[in-house]
């Protein structure tokens, strides 16, 4: 599994479908504004950084994960995961 997440990590090949992210982006968008556009480059961009998210979060929660001594991930090595980077971002280093 870590070999396979490593691949992951190291492609730069987007892996979510372009099409039904684009309808999500301008789904939620339309719940704040009403309709919006959006170039193609922008939505690119919010994938980009969308999928570097998830990969960096599913990463912590695998770590923590294999540090319990488990190889199942669990709701509470994601809550894990999201707590720590949470209070990692009000660092000194990261304002």
């Known amino acids: ?3 396979e997440i490593r691949r992951y990590q190291k ?31 922008a939505v690119t961009a919010l994938q980009e950084a969308a999928e570097a998210c998830l990969t960096e979060s599913l990463g912590d929660a695998i770590m923590a994960t294999v540090h319990d001594k488990r190889v199942t991930l669990q709701v509470k090595g994601m809550a894990l995961a999201r707590r720590l980077r949470r209070e990692n971002a009000w660092t000194v280093g990261n304002l």
């Open 1 to 3: 599994m870590q070999r």
């Open 11 to 41: 492609s730069t090949d987007l892996l979510i479908r372009r099409v039904p992210f684009g309808r999500l982006v301008r789904e939620i968008a339309m719940s704040y504004r009403g309709p919006v556009r959006f170039q193609r480059s």
